[in-house]
């Protein structure tokens, strides 16, 4: 930090500098509860093959409350299996610890390059990456070992802001596992060079707008609005770019228990607040939008503005099953399928 302006700056609890006006209310949990909260989560690390199965609505439950920040990246590190997916990997890596072995190892110059670039971009504004602090070698250890255990992926920008998040919480061993976790359980596809995956789940998203908010998906279809335009960002970032701490966080701890379908939720209520059932002044001015491009930058700023509790309240109530979740991504792959068919007999 070497401006003046920079100079001025706190360190928040979450460890980002911030200007004295940015300073948040803080989580303010009685102490006591705090603790009873840290002791429930050590007691299911202790048995956790009995919780998984046998209560997994607490955890859930939990999960929705807020994991408490002393154990959340052992939560995520649990809730996501990279646990036991580094405990096999290792107990077949001849040299001990497939993470360590990956190190050794170096992906393509291009790739280096890319990451090089990224990063003294991933999150300068946190104690772990400044230009002087060890989180940008971390990271970069993280990204590069990555590249190497899925050459087919390799190195995507939207990578660094997770695996920075994940580094605020856990040392790098276990930031990569999970890492490895999230692009291969949770949003398996997403990085691929065509975006398949993503460009899906985006249109899945667009069709259950459809279902939950007529009268938005009106005005969306009547404008043309792509919905990548709103969900590429939010889903490739996993809402890093989108939201701060401690928002993020606990979108994350709901994310790693309960999965993709987190996004989903939360992309449906911030455009149903958009264009429908929202502040009065937000959905007036969404229909008095003429065209894509201010609509999507209108629902995504709103996205910014819904507190987190409205948030998971509505989340909550939300009329969306996960059978109708299914079905919507299903009816995407589908109509994406049909659109590459017809595009390729255009080329013939």
Same mark, same amino acid.
């Given at each position: 930090?070497?401006?003046?302006?920079?100079?001025? @700056?706190?360190?928040?609890?979450?460890?980002?500098?911030? /200007?004295?006006?940015?300073?948040?209310?803080?989580?303010?949990?009685?102490?006591?509860?705090? +603790?009873?909260?840290?002791?429930?989560?050590? =007691?299911?690390? *202790?048995?956790?093959? &009995?919780?998984?199965?046998?209560?997994?609505?607490?955890?859930?439950?939990?999960?929705?409350?807020?994991?408490?920040?002393?154990?959340?990246?052992?939560?995520?590190?649990?809730?996501?299996?990279?646990?036991?997916?580094?405990?096999?990997?290792?107990?077949?890596?001849?040299?001990? +610890?497939?993470?360590? #072995?990956?190190?050794?190892?170096?992906?393509?110059?291009?790739?280096?390059?890319?990451?090089? @670039?990224?990063?003294?971009?991933?999150?300068?504004?946190?104690?772990?990456?400044?230009?002087? /602090?060890?989180?940008?070698?971390?990271?970069?250890?993280?990204?590069?070992? &990555?590249?190497?255990?899925?050459?087919?992926?390799?190195?995507?920008?939207?990578?660094?802001?997770?695996?920075?998040?994940?580094?605020?919480?856990?040392?790098?061993?276990?930031?990569?596992?999970?890492?490895?976790?999230?692009?291969?359980? &949770?949003?398996?596809?997403?990085?691929?060079?065509?975006?398949? *995956?993503?460009?899906?789940?985006?249109?899945?998203?667009?069709?259950?707008?459809?279902?939950?908010?007529?009268?938005?998906?009106?005005?969306?279809?009547?404008?043309?609005?792509?919905?990548?335009?709103?969900?590429? =960002?939010?889903?490739?970032?996993?809402? /890093?770019?989108?939201?701060? *701490?401690?928002?993020? #966080?606990?979108?994350?701890?709901?994310?790693?228990?309960?999965?993709?379908?987190?996004?989903?939720?939360?992309?449906?209520?911030?455009?149903?607040?958009?264009?429908?059932?929202?502040? /009065?002044?937000?959905?007036?001015?969404?229909?008095?939008?003429?065209?894509?491009?201010?609509?999507?930058?209108?629902?995504?700023?709103?996205?910014?503005?819904?507190?987190?509790? =409205?948030?998971?309240?509505?989340?909550?109530?939300?009329?969306?099953? =996960?059978?109708?979740?299914?079905?919507?991504?299903?009816?995407? +792959?589908?109509?994406? *399928?049909?659109?590459?068919?017809? +595009?390729?007999?255009?080329? @013939?």
């Amino acid at each position: 930090m070497n401006s003046r302006q920079d100079s001025e @700056k706190i360190l928040n609890s979450y460890g980002f500098f911030v /200007s004295p006006d940015e300073l948040n209310p803080e989580e303010t949990l009685d102490a006591r509860i705090v +603790r009873r909260r840290e002791q429930k989560w050590l =007691d299911m690390f *202790a048995r956790w093959t &009995y919780f998984i199965p046998s209560r997994f609505d607490k955890v859930k439950s939990r999960c929705r409350k807020g994991i408490p920040a002393s154990v959340r990246g052992q939560a995520w590190y649990h809730l996501s299996m990279a646990k036991y997916r580094q405990e096999n990997a290792d107990r077949h890596c001849l040299s001990g +610890r497939l993470f360590s #072995y990956y190190l050794t190892k170096k992906p393509d110059a291009r790739i280096i390059d890319d990451i090089n @670039k990224d990063l003294p971009r991933a999150f300068p504004e946190h104690e772990m990456f400044q230009s002087d /602090s060890c989180g940008q070698q971390s990271l970069s250890d993280v990204l590069t070992s &990555y590249a190497v255990h899925d050459p087919e992926v390799g190195y995507c920008q939207a990578h660094a802001p997770i695996a920075s998040i994940l580094l605020m919480h856990l040392p790098p061993e276990q930031a990569f596992w999970v890492f490895v976790q999230i692009n291969e359980e &949770y949003v398996k596809g997403y990085f691929s060079d065509q975006l398949m *995956a993503v460009k899906v789940d985006a249109l899945a998203t667009g069709i259950l707008v459809e279902q939950i908010s007529p009268k938005g998906y009106r005005l969306l279809s009547k404008l043309n609005v792509d919905p990548l335009l709103y969900t590429i =960002d939010w889903y490739m970032t996993l809402f /890093s770019r989108t939201y701060a *701490a401690p928002k993020l #966080y606990r979108i994350l701890d709901m994310f790693f228990c309960e999965g993709v379908k987190i996004l989903f939720r939360i992309a449906l209520v911030i455009v149903r607040e958009t264009l429908e059932v929202g502040p /009065s002044n937000i959905v007036q001015r969404a229909h008095r939008c003429d065209n894509d491009m201010d609509l999507a930058a209108l629902i995504k700023q709103t996205a910014k503005q819904i507190p987190l509790d =409205d948030l998971i309240e509505k989340m909550a109530k939300l009329p969306v099953t =996960d059978l109708d979740l299914a079905k919507a991504c299903k009816k995407a +792959r589908q109509q994406l *399928a049909e659109d590459l068919q017809a +595009r390729a007999n255009r080329r @013939k």
